[in-house]
């Protein structure tokens, strides 16, 4: 076989490789090329500003206010997606009355997992429409609910005391149903005996989720962790759908700046690009860091 | 080696080939003159005054919004009756911006560029970067059908300046749309009701329209910047065209003269009150607007092009009348019929066009009167083409706006800052608006925060500054 490797490495990994250099590193080294000039998009001048495109950016308000929003997205959305998304598929696959094996799921699991996982099936684009009339101030599902047990409704998206919050709940609510199904591939790969161990042992259902399931999930976890963290970062279609940044940009975050500056209310494509570089940066390091914190020996059932 | 290997290696070299070609040429075209990106030109005659060459391809992009891209399709048409060896290119997007950045960069941009709609091209990025043909040479040609005037004199008053920056004509706005306020006349009668033509009486009838259990407001929440279009119309009816100019100059101040002051308040009036449908800052235009078509609401802000975006949900005999805003009293500069009238829906001939005389062309094409009458009729919506309208039988709301534009006459105005700077109208005024209509901030907030905004791009020497004479 020794003889045929080579055309085959050669086949199998020279184009894919090329293809990646091509469509994949050479735009992101193309951007940061543009971050530093002061080309406008239109014509095919532009002149090199060193680094006074990160220069404006320190300053610029609007890219601040953008990041704090970020930021609290990255805070909440992947703790409250995992904690809801291990609470269901624990529920889905040991929440039910003790049986003969001793663990099982609930009744009706396999619909519940369906349920749940109905968000993903969407298009990011119909759940943002979807939940802009969930959000209706007058006729919306929510209001309407509200008013029917007498109690009176924000404007949700209307009102920068809530809209933020409204848009975050759509991310975790869009979000949820895949890490159950992902959980609870993990889960179902966990033996059964361990739990039938723990549980003769008098184990409490928490301290099973606790010292036993969560542990040897650790590693979807973190996976989980790193995606979710990335698309805090991101949150762009849904918000830009929603509410465009507003009411008075309390929804803004850095994907949306960086689309308004190139395509929106300016075009500046080498602003926008710098905002860009700083996107990329900040999403590699919040995929490092969080690799790096979550690091843990690995656990191997034996 | 066989044949079959010899075709195939030549087409792999072909394909490598390509690219490393197009880059080679791409580079020769920045350095530009290259022979068969040169321009199309043709002989310029009496009947061809522009000089078109007869069988020089067109190239069209049409912004695929409420008007479709049927009258377009029909424009193009007229071309290839008058040239039938051209060939005409047509397509259609919702996405300008995108669709045609890397052309403009390539330096290959289409002919005609119908530049609209959310994912329009900011004018300021094209004009500062000398994208766009001049279109003077247009409005100096002969009209395709009114004998004996040029293009310019056919156009409405208002049609040449809108598009122009720094006295240069670069951008034919081709469509005329008036600002008002509008409220179903049939409502308004049935209730005995009168429009207002004071701001006092006007909170007097919402007071009526509150009791009478309608409110008498609603706006789009979610595009607040719907709302600061009266309340500019009302400064510069109390002031004069001048607190236009000031705004549109970025003047210091200008959005704090007294003239805004005194229209700011006036309008927080309607917020103090609860005037405005409880819910509207959450609403968007289409969503407002249906609320106001379903009657819980009296009045809107909006375009003249309303009546076409709402047909699908306007109830028959809604009557929809367009109307200007209350005067503030007797002091104001301006009559009560003052409305503000401008030219819009953009059309441009990108300046490296390989057919500038064929866009002009279509331009002249589009502007005859055969060609107006056709876009009226087909979308209901009014051309920059003065008496296009005779002989067009037209949609109840259109024929208001109509009306209330002859009315208007040369009191008619205008300001063109959120042409000349994008942001400012869709960003800071906007966010300001949001802020003031659903009362989390008072007037002098509002004008400070708008200030605030058009300091910020004053500021800014990334953006081109314009200025215009009042």
Known sequence: MRHGKWPLIVTFLVPPVLLYVVFVVSPYLQAFQISTTDWLGYSPDANSVGLANFKTLWHDDYVWNALKNNAILLALVPVLTIVLGLFFATMLAMGGRKGRAGVTGVRGGALYRTVYFFPQVLSVVIIALL?????????????????GIGLSAPTWLGDPATAFWCVLAVMVWSNVGFYVVLFGAAMSAVPKEIYEAVLLDGASRFTTLRRVTLPLLWDTVQVAWVYLAIFALDGFILVQLMTNGGPNFSTDVIGVRMYDTAFGSETKFGYASAIGVVMFFLTLSVAALSLRAGRRDRIEYS | MNRRDILQRSAAAGLLATPA???????????????????????????????????????????????????????????????????????????????????????????????????????????????????GELLAAPSL??????????????????????????????????????????????????????????????????????????????????????????????????????IDNLEPNAWKSDSMKTAADAWHQIVKDKFILEGSPGLDHKQSQTAWCQ??????????????????????????????????????????????????EPFMVPAKAR??????????????????????????????????????????????????????GANGFNWVYNNYYRKLERNLVDAACGEFFSGRIGPAEFLEQCQKGADSIAQDSSIKKYKRAA
């Open chain 1, 131 to 147: 939940w802009k009339e969930v959000y209706h101030p007058n006729k919306g599902l929510l209001t309407a609910a509200l008013h």
């Open chain 2, 21 to 135: 070609a197009a880059l080679l040429a791409g580079c020769a075209s920045g350095g530009g003159d290259k022979d068969d990106n040169a321009a199309y030109k043709g002989t310029k005659s009496e009947q061809n005054p522009l000089g078109v060459k007869e069988d020089a391809p067109l190239e069209v992009v049409i912004f695929g919004g409420g008007f479709g891209e049927e009258y377009a399709k029909a424009h193009e048409a007229m071309y290839t009756e008058k040239y039938p060896k051209a060939k005409v290119k047509h397509s259609a997007t919702q996405e300008i911006s995108k669709t045609l950045q890397p052309r403009f960069v390539d330096g290959t941009p289409p002919d005609v560029v119908n530049n609209s709609g959310a994912g329009q091209i900011d004018f300021n990025g094209l004009v500062s970067q000398n994208a766009i043909a001049d279109l």
């Open chain 2, 145 to 246: 059908d009114v004998p004996g005037k040029t293009v310019k004199d056919t156009l409405l008053p208002g049609a040449v300046e809108v598009g122009s920056y720094d006295g240069k004509f670069l951008v034919l706005n081709y469509t005329y749309t008036a600002y008002g306020i509008w409220y179903s006349n049939k409502l308004l009668t049935e209730r005995k009701w009168e429009y207002a033509k004071t701001w006092d009486e006007h909170i007097a009838l919402c007071k009526q329209i509150k009791a009478a259990g309608i409110a008498p407001w609603t706006y789009a929440g979610l595009h607040p910047r719907y709302m600061s279009w009266p309340v500019i119309a009302t400064a510069i009816k109390l002031g004069g065209p001048s607190v236009a100019t000031a």
């Open chain 2, 295 to 344: 009657g819980k609401a009296a009045f809107i802000s909006c375009g003249s092009w309303l009546e076409s975006e709402q047909k699908d949900v306007t109830p028959a005999g809604f009557n929809m009348t367009i109307a200007p805003t209350p005067s503030l009293g007797s002091g104001d500069k301006l009559p009560f019929e003052a409305i503000r009238g401008t030219a819009g």
């Open chain 2, 355 to 408: 057919n500038v005389a064929g866009g002009l062309e279509y331009f002249r094409t589009m502007l005859s009167k055969k060609g107006a009458q056709d876009f009226t009729r087909k979308v209901a919506s009014l051309t920059v083409v003065a008496g296009a309208t005779e002989g067009v039988e037209l949609p109840y709301g259109l024929t208001s706006v109509v009306k209330a534009l002859d009315a208007s």
